[in-house]
């Protein structure tokens, strides 16, 4: 199945609008476009999949889909991906995929999106509640590489805003066997970690930035061993 050449012009989801959670498998997602009046508002987000639920993705591709928020997909939920390729989409605000929750990212691929903030991968996380005695869940990604993601800049206000090439974390994030290679930012090329930020077994690249090439931490530890 291919997606393609959708348009919102109101609303999110130009190529596909979910009001509940949603699965796709062997699905082609590309060169759709959401295009709300705000570039901070939800709703008009995800010019490839708006989904107001949880997204699960087998082998399935988003490519050259365009938004303000969520370029891919914008997901107010968890996000568990496997064998799936983001590539060439753009964004204001997280040019692959805006998750809003927790994300299990496995074996996948985000090549050369780009965006102001969060080129590859923005990770909201979720707060477990007060009865969990106030600990995250934690978002896993695994076998996953980040190539040639990278910031928008058009000035200065823009530029000085430009972080995390390929991952922006805001929540906590485990990063297992996998490679973060030529992503550019002018803060945090590779990553930017608000939170708690563990890698392990990974590969961190050749990546470009003014202020940490590598990974940036911030509020938060960021920890990579």
Known sequence: LTVQQGWAWSGGGGGIYAGQSLA???VTVISNAAVGEYYLDFTSGGGGVYVDGDLNLTATTFMTNIA???GGAIVLGDVNAISSTIAYNMAYLAAGIFASDTTRIDNSIFQANQAILGGGLFVGGLWIDESEFGKHL???ISGTQFIANGGLIFGTADALNNQGGGLVALRPVLVTNSAFLSNTAMIGAAGFAVNVFTMTGSLVADNIAQVGA???GQLGDALSH
Do not use: E, T
């Open 24 to 26: 796709l498998s062997n």
């Open 138 to 140: 934690v978002s896993v």
């Open 214 to 216: 590598g990974w940036l």
């Open 68 to 70: 303000w928020m969520g």
